[in-house]
């Protein structure tokens, strides 16, 4: 085995791919994608290591000492390490290949059993062999895209002084007074400690009171932001809600930019710029892997992209978007009426029909939104926000927050929540109270939306829903 291993001077297929190595002498690792062998003596490998989608070739000629004994045992997803020299590919598909002094393998695949032989094999499949999906070009364009989009969100919030603030996983606090928490304990589940009246003994617990995961850093990101004025959490939530949809995921990833001294519309404003920002850096830095995920998955993704970078969002209020589901003409499955909720064939009507582009909706009922969100004038909207784009829906939730310490008791009150409980977040609107605003963006449905993948479970490494979190 190699003694080089590890060391920074391998090269990358994507580099070797590059017309400007032809000529260089070259190391470099992956694994093989396929071999054919040629009577005139030779073999051709396609190797990929993951820092591209395209694989380069290799030619193997039949001299090479292990060639028969080695070589020609080498089927899809045998790993090996290549030394040779990049030279001008007389085929017509690529500038560049390879051809090798040496052929090591690390490891053969055995083709009766490896998985990954067949071409087309489905995604609901993959999801089983979460281990090996990374291995195909759907799954490793996802990461690369993927990758690129939390580079591109910190890069968004580094270059405007925003402060990433770390939110803590397991949370006292039932963050918005309605969503469904996974619970954290170290309790024997089936000799859980109870009190005299039989409810459960939470002082005996690990932390001496019941915990649960996150399901958002807002509240945490709040106190931030009224100290260090712009601030930015991107880390795991989690939702136990049973919602089996191609939106939704147990563990998700969020991105929840608080900003001091601002109001809903320079939240909206944010909100936009962030968007267009990290669908035009995926425009730009990924552009092989966005041509396959046109070409494979979804044939109208790179317009639409570029349609969002170049567009102005629509935004109209809560009270207007039902006017317009009101006078469409459409048949909606979940009817009508003010004060409804939107559903998620409302927000795509709005976004895909009738706008055909981005839509910010505003100043929802107060009933229907959660505690923090800042009220209205009117007494019965507040300052929040969705942001809504085609296939996905909503794929931002926001609001100016509520400022005002009596009115945020009252609305505390009114949602049935102990104030107690919540004396550090009141805390921060007793001593120097500010305006402030954010936003909360879902990295998975941000992946999903950027690549055309239609399930989302099939953009994050390891999918956590109802039922399912096998690896
Ligand atoms: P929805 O109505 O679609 O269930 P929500 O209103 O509960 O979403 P928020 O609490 O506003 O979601 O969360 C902010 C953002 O986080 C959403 O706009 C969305 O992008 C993302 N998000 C929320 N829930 C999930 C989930 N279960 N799986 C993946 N992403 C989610
Ligand atoms: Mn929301």
């Known amino acids: 085995m190699s003694t080089k291993l590890g060391e920074l001077n391998q090269t990358k297929v994507v580099e070797a791919l590059n017309a400007n190595s032809i000529g260089k002498s070259i190391r470099l690792c992956g694994w093989v994608r396929t071999r054919r062998d040629s009577k005139a003596g030779f073999s051709f490998l396609e190797i990929n290591d993951g820092s591209t989608l395209k694989n380069v070739q290799v030619l193997a000629e039949a001299k090479l000492p292990n060639y028969e004994s080695e070589i020609l045992k080498i089927g899809i997803g045998s790993s090996v390490e290549i030394e040779g020299t990049v030279v001008a590919s007389p085929g017509k598909e690529q500038a560049t290949e390879i051809k090798a002094d040496s052929v090591k393998v690390f490891g053969y695949a055995d083709p009766l059993t490896y998985p990954l032989q067949k071409k087309g094999t489905s995604m609901e499949f993959l999801r089983t062999i979460a281990h090996l999906r990374p291995r195909t070009n759907t799954f490793g364009a996802v990461a690369r895209v993927r990758n690129e989009i939390c580079k591109s969100i910190h890069n968004f919030f580094q270059s405007r002084g925003f402060i990433y603030v770390h939110a803590p996983i397991i949370t ?102 962030f968007l267009k920002t990290i669908f035009n850096d995926v425009l730009t830095n990924c552009g092989t892997d966005m041509q ?112 005002r310490l009596d009115v945020l008791e009252q609305r505390m009150k009114d949602a049935g929540l102990d104030t107690e409980e919540y004396w550090w977040y009141l805390d921060l609107r007793r001593f120097g109270t500010v305006p402030h605003a954010g936003f909360g963006l879902g990295l998975e449905r941000t992946v999903q939306f950027a690549t055309g993948m239609s399930n989302i479970r099939d953009v994050i490494p390891f999918p956590r829903a109802p039922k399912s979190a096998d690896f």
């Open 292 to 403: 396959f995920f046109n070409e494979r998955i979804d044939k109208t993704v790179i317009e639409t992209l570029k349609g969002i970078v170049e567009s102005d969002f629509v935004r109209l209020s809560y009270t207007e978007a039902v006017d317009v589901l009101l006078k469409c003409g459409e048949t909606f499955e979940f009817p009508v009426s003010w004060g409804i909720d939107l559903q998620s064939e409302h927000e795509r009507y709005l976004t895909e029909k009738k706008f055909k582009k981005p839509v910010i909706v505003c100043d929802y009922p107060k009933d229907i939104k959660a505690f923090y969100m800042r009220l209205n004038d009117d007494n019965k909207t507040v300052r929040a926000m969705d942001v809504l784009v085609p296939k996905v829906g909503e794929i931002i939730g926001g609001s100016q927050r509520e400022e």
């Open 172 to 273: 006292g606090s039932d963050c918005e007074g309605a969503g469904q928490m996974f619970k954290v304990t170290t309790f024997d589940l089936l000799d859980v400690p109870r009190k005299e009246d039989k409810s459960i003994d939470f002082e005996q617990d690990f932390f001496g009171r019941p915990t649960n995961l996150t399901v958002s850093g807002q509240l945490e990101a709040e106190i931030y932001a009224t100290a260090l004025t712009n601030v930015y959490t991107f880390g795991p939530t989690f939702r136990a809600e049973n919602s089996n949809t191609s939106r939704h995921l147990s563990e998700f990833w969020m991105i929840e930019p608080e900003m001091a001294f601002c109001n809903l519309e320079g939240n909206m404003s944010v909100a936009e710029e």
